[in-house]
């Protein structure tokens, strides 16, 4: 049986109050950031429709996806045009929930549709599903009014209403799902996550349309990580800002280094699976090395070969008097290396049918190179290599400690090298784990206005009646008032993949493409920068002055800039 839904208003709830933010106690910098006023699209600033596109097909396996999307596949995207009239609007209900992962700007994606509904749709009401998807489920949600979103305008975080990570998946949750929108009596769900959220998103939307339901899904590009994009959609917010806040930490590492002599730093990033944050943060930054999953991936590198590119470029650095420096790792690293890979695929299994216990009879089904890889790592990483799968089965890369392990290795191949007369200088390694840090931080400006710009979107598509579309903003390289807004359908960026012998929709993460500007960029410099000193420091996040309105080296190389 569904939840009843928890009724509130003003950020009460029936489970207890809803503690919101207090702009009263804010820096001097977040209540300035309160006060930022966000630029629109030009655009959406005065009267607006929308145009139907073409129809679309899918990334790959179109008429798999159309079996899986009867009701949404093929729908055109669309784009807000200017109107010479007033469109009639009318109130809206609206649902929105925060999916998975923390990613600067959130609260203005949020904001945007709220605006949204104050501007253009009077009358209006937007509820705010707490704790991501289950607060749909479970149908817990909160009013939003203006003054509770008030505190959160260009704030950081999630916590205006947090988010989860649970999926919407089995029939009972499709169904629980239809009970809150019902009982709502929504016109429209905004899903704000990654590409996992913005499947499931599509296949709420299908549901509620094959149930006959008036409640529409749009999705909004969320991640950090910065694999959520592709033509329509030129990147995921907060991004922009997680790089940004990482390229100032290592920018500060840096100095530390260059200042003792005396410590190599291994800098883990995170974004999961790709390597985007790294190579960012490396455009951003210039590090002695920087490892590119993608790349090793491709060139099937071994764990060694890893590890032997590391200390060739440090015992070269001792040979010019260099014992320090800083090398980036990217989260998902240990994952590209294709026998870890194959060790994770047989872990995967193991772990899904078998009892994993310090025994160790388990062990007896990995194949001979898979255990001996096993056994050759640190206890600390096969421990958090057999740590439980994420709700969308992905191992935690988060919690593998990759840097450490690199810093042992690396010391046992100087060691080897030492005694074959080949090094002589002192190594010592110092880790970092750069993650967290990053999600929450103030979004810059780039993030603060995409976000805005998502949402004020989002609404409009809502309020034209659209369904099973992603809000995309684009022409990001220009002002943002010559910004384009409007939808790319869900089905478009997907294709599938065979799980458990069944066909299941995916959006593809897009990974670091190794022929595209940004990748190509840092592999012309990156030898200089292993050998000389180019240390930047790009200094914290600014939000008036030089710089301040300036995104990020990936989305501009991308978009061909020339910088
Ligand atoms: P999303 O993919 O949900 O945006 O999450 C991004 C991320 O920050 C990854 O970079 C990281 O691996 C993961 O979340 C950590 O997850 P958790 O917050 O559950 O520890």
Same mark, same amino acid.
């Given at each position: 049986?569904?939840?009843?839904?928890?009724?509130?208003?003003?950020?009460?709830?029936?489970?207890?109050?809803?503690?919101?933010?207090?702009?009263?106690?804010?820096?001097?910098?977040?209540?300035?950031?309160?006060?930022?006023?966000?630029?629109?699209?030009?655009?959406?600033?005065?009267?607006?429709?929308?145009?139907?596109?073409?129809?679309?097909?899918?990334?790959?396996?179109?008429?798999?996806?159309?079996?899986?999307?009867?009701?949404?596949?093929?729908?055109?995207?669309?784009?807000?045009?200017?109107? *010479?009239?007033?469109?009639? @609007? $009318?109130?809206?209900?609206? !649902?929105? =929930?925060?999916? %998975? #992962?923390?990613?600067?700007?959130?609260?203005?994606?949020?904001?945007?549709?709220?605006?949204?509904?104050?501007?253009?749709?009077?009358?209006?009401?937007?509820?705010?599903?707490?704790?991501?998807?289950?607060?749909?489920?479970?149908?817990?949600?909160?009013?939003?009014?203006?003054?509770?979103?008030?505190?959160?305008?260009?704030?950081?975080?999630?916590?205006?209403?947090?988010?989860?990570?649970?999926?919407?998946?089995?029939?009972?949750?499709?169904?629980? *799902?239809?009970?809150?929108? @019902? $009982?709502?009596?929504?016109? !429209?769900? =905004?899903?704000? %996550? #990654?590409?996992?959220?913005?499947?499931?998103?599509?296949?709420?939307?299908?549901?509620?349309?094959?149930?006959?339901?008036?409640?529409?899904?749009?999705?909004?590009?969320?991640?950090?990580?910065?694999?959520?994009?592709?033509?329509?959609?030129?990147?995921?917010?907060?991004?922009?800002?997680?790089?940004?806040?990482?390229?100032?930490?290592?920018?500060?590492?840096?100095?530390?280094?260059?200042?003792?002599?005396?410590?190599?730093?291994?800098?883990?990033?995170?974004?999961?699976?790709?390597?985007?944050?790294?190579?960012?943060?490396?455009?951003?930054?210039?590090?002695?090395?920087?490892?590119?999953?993608?790349?090793?991936?491709?060139?099937?590198?071994?764990?060694?070969?890893?590890?032997?590119?590391?200390?060739?470029?440090?015992?070269?650095?001792?040979?010019?008097?260099?014992?320090?420096?800083?090398?980036?790792?990217?989260?998902?690293?240990?994952?590209?290396?294709?026998?870890?890979?194959?060790?994770?695929?047989?872990?995967?299994?193991?772990?899904?049918?078998?009892?994993?216990?310090?025994?160790?009879?388990?062990?007896?089904?990995?194949?001979?190179?898979?255990?001996?890889?096993?056994?050759?790592?640190?206890?600390?990483?096969?421990?958090?290599?057999?740590?439980?799968?994420?709700?969308?089965?992905?191992?935690?890369?988060?919690?593998?400690?990759?840097?450490?392990?690199?810093?042992?290795?690396?010391?046992?191949?100087?060691?080897?090298?030492?005694?074959?007369?080949?090094?002589?200088?002192?190594?010592?390694?110092?880790?970092?784990?750069?993650?967290?840090?990053?999600?929450?931080?103030?979004?810059?400006?780039?993030?603060?206005?995409?976000?805005?710009?998502?949402?004020?979107?989002?609404?409009?598509?809502?309020?034209?009646?659209?369904?099973?579309?992603?809000?995309?903003?684009?022409?990001?390289?220009?002002?943002?008032?010559?910004?384009?807004?409007?939808?790319?359908?869900?089905?478009?960026?997907?294709?599938?993949?065979?799980?458990?012998?069944?066909?299941?929709?995916?959006?593809?993460?897009?990974?670091?493409?190794?022929?595209?500007?940004?990748?190509?960029?840092?592999?012309?410099?990156?030898?200089?920068?292993?050998?000389?000193?180019?240390?930047?420091?790009?200094?914290?996040?600014?939000?008036?002055?030089?710089?301040?309105?300036?995104?990020?080296?990936?989305?501009?190389?991308?978009?061909?800039?020339?910088?």
């Amino acid at each position: 049986m569904a939840a009843a839904a928890v009724a509130t208003s003003n950020g009460a709830s029936a489970n207890g109050p809803t503690p919101g933010r207090l702009a009263s106690v804010y820096s001097e910098v977040q209540t300035s950031r309160i006060a930022h006023a966000l630029p629109l699209p030009s655009v959406l600033r005065s009267h607006f429709t929308l145009a139907d596109g073409a129809a679309s097909s899918a990334t790959g396996n179109p008429e798999e996806i159309a079996k899986l999307f009867p009701n949404l596949y093929g729908q055109p995207s669309a784009a807000v045009v200017p109107s *010479a009239q007033p469109v009639a @609007t $009318k109130p809206l209900k609206i !649902g929105v =929930v925060l999916s %998975g #992962g923390q990613a600067p700007g959130g609260h203005n994606v949020i904001c945007g549709i709220f605006d949204y509904l104050q501007e253009r749709a009077k009358g209006s009401t937007m509820y705010g599903f707490k704790g991501g998807p289950a607060g749909v489920m479970k149908g817990k949600y909160v009013e939003l009014n203006a003054d509770f979103v008030y505190p959160y305008r260009n704030q950081g975080g999630f916590d205006m209403i947090c988010s989860g990570r649970d999926k919407i998946e089995t029939p009972e949750q499709f169904k629980q *799902a239809e009970d809150t929108v @019902t $009982k709502l009596d929504l016109d !429209g769900l =905004v899903v704000i %996550g #990654g590409d996992d959220s913005n499947t499931n998103a599509c296949l709420l939307g299908e549901y509620f349309r094959g149930r006959n339901l008036k409640t529409r899904v749009i999705g909004c590009p969320k991640t950090i990580d910065g694999d959520l994009k592709c033509k329509e959609v030129p990147t995921s917010f907060g991004f922009d800002t997680a790089c940004k806040i990482y390229s100032e930490m290592i920018g500060n590492v840096m100095t530390d280094a260059r200042s003792t002599g005396k410590y190599y730093h291994f800098v883990r990033l995170m974004g999961r699976a790709a390597s985007h944050i790294t190579l960012e943060c490396a455009l951003q930054t210039h590090p002695n090395v920087s490892l590119i999953g993608e790349e090793v991936a491709e060139k099937k590198e071994t764990l060694k070969q890893v590890t032997d590119y590391i200390t060739d470029v440090i015992c070269k650095r001792a040979e010019l008097g260099y014992n320090y420096g800083v090398i980036l790792i990217p989260e998902g690293l240990i994952d590209f290396i294709p026998e870890v890979q194959k060790l994770i695929a047989e872990l995967n299994e193991i772990l899904a049918h078998d009892v994993v216990d310090e025994a160790g009879a388990w062990k007896s089904k990995l194949q001979p190179e898979s255990r001996q890889l096993f056994d050759f790592l640190p206890n600390t990483i096969q421990e958090q290599l057999l740590l439980e799968r994420d709700p969308h089965g992905n191992v935690q890369v988060a919690k593998i400690e990759t840097e450490k392990m690199l810093i042992a290795m690396v010391e046992t191949e100087l060691e080897k090298r030492r005694a074959a007369g080949k090094y002589s200088a002192h190594f010592r390694g110092q880790s970092h784990f750069f993650g967290y840090e990053g999600r929450c931080g103030l979004p810059t400006n780039f993030d603060s206005s995409y976000c805005y710009a998502l949402g004020y979107g989002a609404g409009a598509l809502l309020q034209f009646g659209k369904t099973g579309l992603i809000s995309s903003v684009g022409n990001l390289a220009a002002p943002v008032e010559e910004w384009t807004v409007g939808g790319t359908p869900l089905t478009a960026l997907m294709d599938v993949e065979r799980r458990h012998g069944k066909f299941k929709p995916v959006i593809k993460k897009a990974m670091v493409e190794l022929d595209a500007a940004p990748f190509k960029k840092f592999a012309s410099m990156r030898d200089e920068w292993a050998i000389k000193n180019r240390y930047i420091s790009p200094g914290p996040i600014q939000f008036s002055g030089p710089g301040s309105d300036a995104s990020n080296h990936t989305l501009m190389l991308e978009l061909g800039a020339q910088i």
